[in-house]
Structures are given as C-alpha cells and as structure tokens.
C-alpha cells in the first residue's frame, strides 16, 4: 500500500506535502505531484497538509464508492515512475528522494490530457 496523490492536485502544486514527507518520496511534475510508491514508508504525514484533499490510501481508493476517474491514480502515480514520460528517454524509477531530482518537467499521459483548473 502506498499514499496516492489524486486529481485535485492538477494545477495546485502548493507542495505543502512535500515539506511534511520524512522520506522526500513526493516528486514534482509538470502539473502535479506524484508519490512514489515504493518509496513511502505509509506514515500519513502528508495527508492532512492538502489544502484540496488530494492524497488518500491507496486502499481507500480501491474501496467501494470510489470514482472510476480517482482509481485511476492509483495506477497513474506508479506510471509516472515506471513508465517513459513523454518527452524523457527512460523511466524515472525509484530515484531516492526528490529533492535530489528536482522537478521533473512532464506528467503522465492521463494527468497531461485533464482539462486546466479553473481558479
Ligand atoms: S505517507 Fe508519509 S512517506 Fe508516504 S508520501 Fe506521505 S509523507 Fe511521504
Ligand atoms: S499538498 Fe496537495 S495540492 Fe499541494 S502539492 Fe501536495 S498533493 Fe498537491
């Protein structure tokens, strides 16, 4: 199980999540952030720091009542460390901390396709 960072955080990217993650494992896209699956250690630290409710368990999000469109960051967060993003030349991985990294200046197909937050 792992902390998943949903829809809401499209366009926000306040970071307060990152500041609160003692294992730096929240990197930085285009237009949102991912968790990194492997690297949380589930503590829920960043949980309540979202402003726009963005981070649940990935449990709770496989549950019943969930919205089809939220499971899909499930799987979406994973992809954007194991799959190729669009303009990059391999798959991120498991970098070790995101801070290291930096921004990374691209997002999932999936996150690249959802329409502009309105403010
Ligand atoms: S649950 Fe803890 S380890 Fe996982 S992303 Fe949130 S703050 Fe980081
Ligand atoms: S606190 Fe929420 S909105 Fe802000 S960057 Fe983290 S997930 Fe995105």
Redesign the pocket.
Known sequence: M??VIGAACVDVMDRS?VD????D??YTGGRKLY?NPAE????????PECPVDS?VLEQALLGEGAAAEEIAHVADNAAFFYDVLPGRDAALGDPGGAAALGPVAADTPLVAALPARES
């Open positions: 792992t902390y999540c609160v993650c003692p294992v494992c929240i968790i949380c250690i589930e503590c829920g630290a960043c949980e981070i």
